[in-house]
C-alpha cells in the first residue's frame, strides 16, 4: 500500500505501525509516530492499523540548542 512519510510517498507492506517502524529500522527509544496530526502512542503501535494514504509523521529526538 502507498502512505506519506513526512511529506514522501512510500510503498509498504506493513499492516500497523510496529511493523512500519521496523520497516524504516527505527529506533526503539526517542522516535514519535502521528497519523493525519494524531499522536500514537508506542504502547499502541501493535495495535493501529494503517490503511492506504495515511499521512505519517515521524519525529526523532536530536541533541542540540
Known amino acids: 500500500m502507498k502512505v ?3 511529506n514522501n510517498e512510500v510503498e ?3 499492516t500497523t505501525v510496529a511493523e512500519l517502524a521496523q ?3 527505527l ?3 526517542g522516535v514519535a ?3 493525519s496530526n494524531e499522536m500514537v502512542p508506542r504502547t499502541e503501535w501493535a495495535q ?3 490503511k492506504e ?3 505519517i509523521v515521524i519525529l526523532k529526538a536530536f541533541c542540540g540548542g
Open 53 to 55: 494514504g495515511d499521512d
Open 23 to 25: 520497516e524504516q529500522k
Open 48 to 50: 493501529r492499523a494503517l
Open 33 to 35: 509516530v502521528a497519523i
Open 12 to 14: 509498504t507492506q506493513a
Open 27 to 29: 529506533p526503539e527509544k
Open 4 to 6: 506519506r512519510i513526512n
